[in-house]
């Protein structure tokens, strides 16, 4: 976002809000907003941010007023969770202006702390390879950087596979 005076982020599929609370302590000079599908997740985000006093936005998704909005959207670690990642980005992309950027994020080994694969457990079921992530991330714009991100023992076992792309719409 360099050269953008007052730059605006989004994070899709925020969960606990964890990702933007910590980003809005860090970096208070952008807005950040988190996005979730669950209704119930976003205001459990929302008034922990107010009792905490941390400047942030937070939306149910669909938010149509938030489209083409954000300067940049990340998408970090929920593709694993679905079978079907391209609609999952379709969705999220809707939340960035032409030519923004996105970064996603996904564990790249074959470990989880998810092991149940029952209804109502999480499980890992989309775990790809950079190479995957990175051809995935070609077809919906153009590659500015891909990663491994070393996992807490610092072993490729634990990487988690980093793409960033610009959308071209």
Sequence with gaps: ???????????YGTGCG????HAAQLAPEIAW????A?????????EAAERLEIPTGWAADPAEHLYGTFDSVAVLDVLEHTAYPVPVLER??????PGGIVTLSLPRGPWSLHTR???GIGNHINVVSIGTL???AEKRGRVLSLDLLAGPEQT???????????VLK
């Design 134 to 136: 990175a051809a995935l």
């Design 38 to 46: 669950s209704p119930g997740q976003v205001r459990w985000c929302q």
């Design 1 to 11: 976002c360099a050269g953008i005076d007052f730059p605006k982020a989004v994070e």
């Design 156 to 166: 490729e076992a634990n990487a988690s596979a980093l793409v960033v792309y610009q």
């Design 18 to 21: 964890s990702n933007v609370m």
């Design 33 to 36: 907003t988190g996005i979730d």
């Design 92 to 97: 999220a992309e809707r939340y960035v202006r």
């Design 117 to 119: 694969n029952e209804v």
